[in-house]
């Protein structure tokens, strides 16, 4: 039990576009959802809280209109990047949680975004 | 806001010694510590975890001792074996449903 995807695992686009990243939980219903960043060899940067049904808290240093989050359903989260640049270029990985009971997170496998 | 300070960055041993991570977190309102593993390109799996109520935990090869007043925790892995070779995160939060504020973690080497 405790499964959470993400869709695309792997993304390549030209700078100025923007990418939608799904982040689903599959067999829990999750009301927090988190976002993180991860650059190459280090650690994973919490970027915002999503929960369901009202609006995501960045952390500082986040620019929430480059980075849009959706927690339209207890089992979906998306993270839009908006006009991406390369220096977004990025392992973007998702985590849930369920309900408000344990605070176990389970993670997402990561979406790698390459941006040229 | 929660710091999470992690050492060493890099540990190396040879098949069968034991390697220790140690972690060290700033509020003393943190009440939940999880220790993940990461493997190249894949996601954090979480190895162990344990809450302030408790000092230590085990589980077969792995195991974490928590000093809240210190405010420490480390991880403990018992007769490494090559496939243990990763990265190790630590963990904190102070409350159910916040964030995990992660350590920089380590990249523990297991030769044979």
């Known amino acids: 039990g405790a499964v959470v995807s993400q869709h695309p695992s792997w993304v390549i686009c030209k700078s100025g576009t923007s990418v939608k990243i799904e982040c689903r939980s599959l067999?829990?219903?999750?009301?927090?959802m988190f976002w993180y960043r991860q650059f190459p060899k280090q650690s994973l940067m919490l970027m915002a809280t999503s929960n369901e049904g009202s609006k995501a808290t960045y952390e500082q240093g986040v620019e929430k209109d480059k980075f849009l989050i959706n927690h339209a359903s207890l089992t979906l989260s998306t993270l839009t990047v908006t006009s991406a640049h390369p220096e977004d270029s990025s392992f973007y990985i998702c985590s849930a949680m369920p309900g408000l009971g344990p605070d176990t997170q389970y993670f997402g496998p990561g979406t790698r975004l390459t941006v040229l | 806001g929660e710091n999470v300070e992690q050492h060493p960055s890099t540990l190396s041993v040879q098949e069968g010694d034991s390697a220790v991570i140690k972690c060290t977190y700033s509020d003393s309102a943190s009440n939940y510590f999880p220790w993940y593993k990461q493997e190249l390109g894949k996601r954090p799996q979480l190895i162990i975890d344990?809450?302030?109520?408790?000092g230590e935990k085990k589980d077969q090869r792995i195991a974490v001792t928590l000093n809240k007043t210190a405010k420490h925790f480390s991880l403990h892995i018992t007769e490494t074996q090559p496939e243990d070779s990763a990265v190790y995160f630590c963990a904190a939060s102070t409350q159910a449903g916040t964030a995990l504020i992660f350590g920089k973690g380590t990249t523990l080497s297991v030769s044979s």
């Open positions: 067999d829990f219903q999750a009301t927090t």
């Open positions: 344990i809450r302030s109520n408790v």
